[in-house]
């Protein structure tokens, strides 16, 4: 099983950039890097998922770099709302989702 | 339905006593999948159905825990004999299919909140 490791918690202020780093050393061929939200009280919501190099969407970007031992996740000007707990997971065989500790994002006014 | 739905939503049980938790996957999504989440912890996978088979039970914790999956639409997870520490948030996703290659969006519901005296 591919293992994720990522930062227990970080602090940001509102209209700051954030990157949230991932390591995945295990990652096979055939995996995909994918990031979920969670908001307290709510099932964790999928943000954006990439292979290799990067993608884009409305909400965040994934940077992937060659060796896809890491990845980073972007998130643009953040806001209150945006305090969550941010999982990398790797998807392996079967589709079975493993979910770490995750990320705490405290964003502040 | 628009989304993911479970019941109940909140759950109180005294420690012994046996507890049925349900899950509405969205219409149409093939494979469905129960996750625990302990208070401040990430998820442990318990079990995926596709269909109506289930073909990782892998993460079941104890024979305590069952579930099944029929029409190949609800789910219900059952816990027999409960236990203090199966007190956690039940959370329940499903995807449009499974595959070994690819990755399917899982789409989660609220989770039920079992609590065991």
């Known amino acids: 099983l591919a293992k994720t490791t990522q930062p227990i918690s970080m602090d940001s202020y509102e209209g700051q950039e954030v990157n949230i780093t991932c390591s995945h050393n295990?990652?096979?061929?055939?995996?995909?890097i994918t990031w979920y939200q969670q908001f307290p009280s709510q099932g964790p919501r999928f943000i954006i998922q990439?292979?290799?190099t990067k993608v884009t969407n409305e909400v965040a970007s994934l940077f992937i770099p060659a060796d896809r031992k890491s990845s980073t996740l972007s998130l643009p000007r953040v806001s209150l709302s945006d305090t969550a707990v941010y999982y990398c997971?790797?998807?392996?065989?079967?589709?079975?989702?493993?979910f770490g500790g995750g990320t705490r994002l405290m964003v502040k006014p | 339905g628009a989304g993911v739905s479970q019941s109940p939503s909140n759950k109180v049980t005294e420690k012994g006593k046996d507890v049925e938790l349900r899950c509405d996957p969205i219409?149409?999504?093939?494979?469905l999948y129960w996750y625990r989440q302990s208070l401040g912890q990430g998820l442990e996978f318990l079990i995926y159905?596709?269909?109506?088979?289930?073909?990782?039970k892998s993460g079941l914790p104890s024979d305590r825990f069952s579930a099944e999956r029929t029409g190949g639409s609800v789910s219900t997870l059952t816990i027999q004999r409960t236990q203090q520490e199966d007190s956690a948030v039940y959370l329940c996703?499903?995807?449009?299919?499974?595959?070994?290659?690819?990755?399917?969006?899982?789409?989660f519901g609220p989770g039920t909140r079992l609590t065991v005296l």
């Open positions: 996703a499903s995807s449009f299919t499974s595959g070994t290659s690819s990755y399917n969006e899982q789409f």
């Open positions: 219409s149409g999504h093939t494979a």
């Open positions: 295990n990652i096979a061929t055939n995996d995909y």
């Open positions: 997971l790797v998807n392996n065989a079967g589709n079975m989702l493993t």
């Open positions: 990439g292979y290799k």
């Open positions: 159905f596709q269909g109506n088979s289930a073909p990782d």
